[in-house]
């Protein structure tokens, strides 16, 4: 915490300002009076279980991909002279785009059903909180059973950063030009009903702080509008407003105050901004909740289509050169493909993915200014509205299934290139 200042008559230039130290921008009030809101902090939403998401892009890379191959693309590349390492890089591409800009989002959110008033679906298990394993036991087999379930839900501890030390609480400064004017400071507090007591004792203990501070002259409650508390602050001057306001005791009761205004809940968060792409929730950093700003699509799709070809690298010099051994890749296709798919996604989800955002976390953090509005660039950070997606999905999908059908020449596909690789 930074020492309390003390303010003089040539503290501050500017005249008729408030000044925020942190923002470091000023906010014009009227002569005299200044209005301070604490507004509520946002509570910390986890995104959903790591196990969760990895079933759901299993689900749909599995179908994706098998289109893909059916379809010839990887074929049609080493023929048009790229090599079999650049083929699948450039169909990952295609089918990682599908992905998160159509695909995810359409299967999340139609495949649902409400009966009796309640949802069921991929949507509502998706916003289930997660699971906590909650009893002890000295047995060895359950302490194994209880990592199990804690790694399936947050991943592996080893990619989970430090958490950031808390910021420093904000110290705000007002200035009048008349040094020697009376400075009023208007309070609003957006108090949680149920804490309304403990606001009472809060607003009690702050009074009789204030009333032991050099200048300040009375407090009174102009009263409470839909659980907004207003109050009207009287000091002999701007100075003796800064200095209580930049005491401990002040600053301290402050970051009190938070735990008892009024805060949505996680569910109320969650109705505004549902996981509805569970690409995209499978790229926050792991440990992190929901950022406000989800991160640019196009962002996303650029490092999930990196991350998945490294997958694939490390999936082909390690587990899919047992599946040979095993005999997997002379089975049915479908079986081999399930297991092919459900490999990358695996080692996607739990390792690649939270080891890249180590790195290039910063990047993908999408900031508050980052607001395109006009094409094409609006649509490549925020994607498109459903009724576009299902058009490209239709066209994807479409294409390949005619490709298909039409019995167009194909070569060795995803299936077959990883089969000739190990």
Same mark, same amino acid.
């Given at each position: 915490?930074?020492?309390?200042?003390?303010f003089?008559?040539?503290?501050?230039?500017?005249?008729?300002?408030?000044?925020?130290?942190?923002?470091?921008?000023?906010?014009?009030?009227?002569?005299?009076?200044?209005?301070?809101?604490?507004?509520?902090?946002?509570?910390?939403?986890?995104?959903?279980?790591?196990?969760?998401?990895?079933?759901?892009?299993?689900?749909?890379?599995?179908?994706?991909?098998?289109?893909?191959?059916?379809?010839?693309?990887?074929?049609? /590349?080493?023929?048009?002279?790229?090599?079999?390492?650049?083929?699948v890089?450039?169909?990952?591409?295609?089918?990682?785009?599908?992905?998160?800009?159509?695909?995810?989002?359409?299967?999340?959110?139609?495949?649902?059903?409400?009966?009796?008033?309640?949802?069921?679906?991929?949507?509502?298990?998706l916003?289930?909180?997660?699971?906590?394993?909650?009893?002890?036991?000295?047995?060895?087999?359950?302490?194994?059973?209880?990592?199990?379930?804690?790694?399936?839900?947050?991943?592996?501890?080893?990619?989970?950063?430090?958490?950031?030390?808390?910021p420093?609480?904000?110290?705000?400064? $007002?200035?009048?030009?008349?040094?020697?004017?009376?400075?009023?400071?208007?309070?609003?507090?957006?108090?949680?009903p149920?804490?309304?007591?403990?606001?009472?004792?809060?607003?009690?203990?702050?009074?009789?702080?204030?009333?032991?501070?050099?200048g300040?002259?009375?407090?009174?409650?102009l009263?409470?509008?839909?659980?907004?508390?207003?109050?009207?602050?009287?000091?002999?001057?701007?100075?003796?407003?800064?200095?209580?306001m930049?005491?401990?005791?002040?600053?301290?009761?402050?970051?009190?105050?938070?735990?008892?205004?009024?805060?949505?809940?996680?569910?109320?968060?969650?109705?505004?901004?549902?996981?509805?792409?569970?690409?995209?929730?499978?790229?926050?950093?792991?440990?992190?909740?929901?950022?406000?700003?989800?991160?640019?699509?196009?962002?996303?799709?650029?490092?999930?289509?990196?991350?998945?070809?490294f997958?694939?690298?490390?999936?082909?010099?390690?587990?899919?050169?047992?599946?040979?051994?095993?005999?997997?890749?002379t089975?049915?296709?479908?079986?081999?493909?399930?297991?092919?798919?459900?490999?990358?996604?695996?080692?996607?989800?739990?390792?690649?993915?939270?080891?890249? /955002?180590?790195?290039?976390?910063?990047?993908?953090?999408?900031k508050?200014?980052?607001?395109?509005?006009k094409a094409?660039?609006?649509?490549?950070?925020?994607?498109?509205?459903?009724?576009?997606?299902?058009?490209?999905?239709?066209?994807? $999908?479409?294409?390949?299934?005619?490709?298909?059908?039409?019995?167009?020449?194909?070569?060795?596909?995803?299936?077959?290139?990883?089969r000739?690789?190990?």
């Amino acid at each position: 915490m930074s020492p309390r200042p003390d303010f003089d008559d040539d503290s501050v230039e500017d005249a008729d300002a408030v000044y925020s130290i942190e923002a470091g921008k000023p906010e014009l009030e009227g002569e005299g009076e200044f209005v301070d809101y604490a507004p509520p902090v946002r509570p910390p939403v986890p995104p959903p279980a790591k196990f969760k998401l990895c079933l759901v892009v299993w689900f749909t890379v599995y179908f994706v991909m098998w289109f893909a191959e059916k379809s010839g693309i990887v074929t049609s /590349l080493i023929k048009g002279g790229l090599n079999l390492h650049g083929a699948v890089f450039v169909v990952f591409m295609v089918e990682i785009f599908v992905m998160v800009f159509c695909s995810v989002e359409l299967v999340i959110g139609l495949v649902r059903v409400k009966i009796g008033g309640k949802w069921y679906g991929i949507l509502p298990w998706l916003m289930r909180p997660r699971w906590k394993w909650v009893r002890e036991s000295e047995n060895v087999f359950v302490q194994i059973l209880a990592c199990f379930v804690v790694v399936a839900d947050d991943g592996f501890a080893i990619f989970t950063p430090a958490k950031p030390p808390p910021p420093q609480p904000m110290l705000r400064v $007002f200035d009048l030009m008349d040094k020697h004017k009376e400075a009023v400071l208007r309070a609003h507090h957006d108090v949680d009903p149920e804490k309304v007591d403990e606001y009472d004792n809060w607003a009690k203990r702050m009074i009789a702080h204030m009333e032991s501070q050099p200048g300040f002259q009375s407090a009174e409650k102009l009263g409470v509008e839909e659980g907004v508390h207003a109050w009207k602050l009287r000091f002999e001057n701007i100075n003796a407003l800064n200095n209580c306001m930049h005491t401990p005791a002040w600053v301290t009761m402050v970051e009190e105050l938070q735990g008892l205004l009024k805060t949505k809940t996680v569910t109320q968060i969650q109705m505004e901004h549902p996981p509805i792409n569970a690409v995209l929730d499978m790229f926050i950093r792991q440990g992190d909740p929901i950022p406000v700003l989800p991160p640019k699509k196009w962002k996303v799709w650029w490092i999930t289509t990196c991350s998945i070809f490294f997958s694939w690298l490390i999936a082909n010099s390690t587990i899919f050169t047992y599946y040979a051994k095993w005999g997997w890749t002379t089975a049915h296709e479908n079986v081999y493909r399930i297991a092919q798919a459900g490999t990358l996604v695996f080692i996607l989800n739990y390792i690649v993915s939270p080891a890249v /955002l180590l790195l290039v976390n910063n990047w993908m953090v999408r900031k508050p200014h980052e607001n395109e509005t006009k094409a094409p660039w609006k649509q490549l950070n925020d994607g498109f509205i459903p009724p576009v997606q299902l058009v490209l999905a239709a066209v994807y $999908f479409g294409t390949t299934d005619w490709v298909v059908d039409r019995k167009v020449p194909r070569g060795t596909e995803l299936l077959r290139a990883i089969r000739l690789v190990v």
